[in-house]
């Protein structure tokens, strides 16, 4: 629910998902989840349709998606999102994934570094070329980007991290599979000190630039 240029990161998921023609969405709420419920409400006014599935206690991100169950039992495929992330990747090439009895689909991006690079040669003397946190495309990481079947559905804990309980399983079994995205534009706010960057990252995405 933080604001990045005026608005929660929420529903700048909104308008990033609806551009993809995307428009249901179920929030899988815990901490502070009457200010959400209260500040998103049915998704009306945000052009979306949203429906909750609340926690009583902390259930984890496998345990919070098997908590989704009756209402996506109707579905073929379906896409899951990390709350904290910012990104103009398309989603649908993760369920275009799909295939061949795969479970599951992991959007990867490659790993942002968080420090500037310097190049030298040989002789340790500096070439004129400084990086700026460049992307690293030898090392990739979980974009926090999913879709799945239903059959996931039977590798979710009740309580517990998809990360450390049905993706392993998953990937041990050949059901998951990984969908990398070169050139899209993607950060995780995990501070407030974020914020800036996250900032300047929305300006240069399409579905929001077509706005501002």
Known sequence: MLNVLGKPILCWQFEWLKA???DEIIICAGHLKEKMMEDIGSGQKFGV?????VEDEPLGTGGALNNTVHLLNKEDAFVVINGDILTDLNPIELTKALR???VGAVA???L???YGVVSFNADTLIISEFKEKPRLPDYWINAGVYAFT???FEYLPRQGDLEKTT????ASQGLLRAVPFHDCKWMSIDT???LEDAEKLLKSMSFVAARH
Do not use: Q
């Open 20 to 22: 993809h023609g995307i």
């Open 100 to 102: 061949d009895d795969v």
């Open 192 to 194: 407030h000190k974020d």
């Open 49 to 53: 349709k949203v429906g909750y599935v």
């Open 108 to 110: 990867v991006v490659p």
């Open 167 to 170: 993706f392993p399983e998953l």
């Open 112 to 114: 942002p570094s968080p």
């Open 150 to 152: 239903f059959k996931v």
